[in-house]
């Protein structure tokens, strides 16, 4: 192939590459956007949760540490954030402790919720508050025998209709908010509108990432 062969075919090339993407991605061609929301070194936009009674919250070999508070330890966001159509994904450890190490509280349009990990004594897990009540009385309520000193993953996705929620691999959440009544607890009111905390258990949370969908 002569050289003005090899110019056309990489000028075609290059225009057709879009064109493939396309079909490729689906749905106009856009491409969810991930960023990170922890470097693993400081808070950087998260500010430690003036709950009263906290313990000690500190950056340590890349995790966001929360020490067992009298009641709540946590850390709120106060960066740009999303309200509607993305997912939030995270590692979470219970380190010493009986009740949730992972309180992740999170928009849904213009309200909150929180999905809870190992409340109510320990083993009790699900979304607070749907209708008025919580994740131990609710439709999302699931009872796990959780490990100390281990990393669970934790996948959250919040859509027009629905709030779904992964643990490791397992599904977790998955309930259609359509006519639902959305809320939190007031204990975390502090924590909104993107809060995670502890209640009397230390806890250590890394990964933090948040993916946007168009």
């Known amino acids: 192939m002569n050289s003005n062969h090899s110019l056309?075919?990489?000028?075609l090339l290059r225009r057709m590459l879009p064109v493939v993407l396309c079909v490729l991605v689906p749905a106009g061609c856009h491409t969810p956007r991930q960023i990170s929301l922890f470097d693993g070194r400081a808070l950087g936009q998260w500010k430690i949760t003036d709950f009263g009674g906290q313990g000690k919250v500190y950056v340590k070999n890349g995790s966001i540490f929360l020490e067992m508070g009298n009641d709540l330890t946590g850390v709120t966001w106060t960066g740009p954030l999303e309200r509607m159509n993305y997912e939030i994904t995270l590692e979470a450890m219970r380190v010493t402790g009986s009740d949730f190490f992972c309180g992740l509280t999170f928009p849904v349009d213009s309200n909150s919720c929180s999905l809870i990990l190992g409340g109510w004594?320990?083993?009790?897990?699900g979304l607070s508050s749907i209708d008025y009540y919580d994740a131990v009385e609710n439709e999302t309520t699931r009872i796990?025998?959780?490990?100390?000193?281990?990393?669970?993953?934790?996948?959250?996705?919040?859509?027009?209709?629905?709030?779904?929620?992964?643990?490791d691999d397992d599904k977790l959440v998955d309930v259609v908010t359509t006519g639902r009544k959305i809320d939190i607890r007031s204990e975390v009111d502090l924590s909104q509108p993107l809060g995670i905390a502890s209640w009397r258990t230390t806890a250590t949370i890394r990964n933090i990432r948040l993916q946007k969908f168009d």
């Open 144 to 167: 796990i025998s959780f490990e100390n000193s281990r990393w669970y993953r934790v996948r959250l996705k919040v859509t027009l209709n629905k709030i779904e929620a992964w643990l």
């Open 8 to 11: 056309i075919a990489n000028t």
């Open 121 to 125: 004594g320990g083993e009790v897990c």
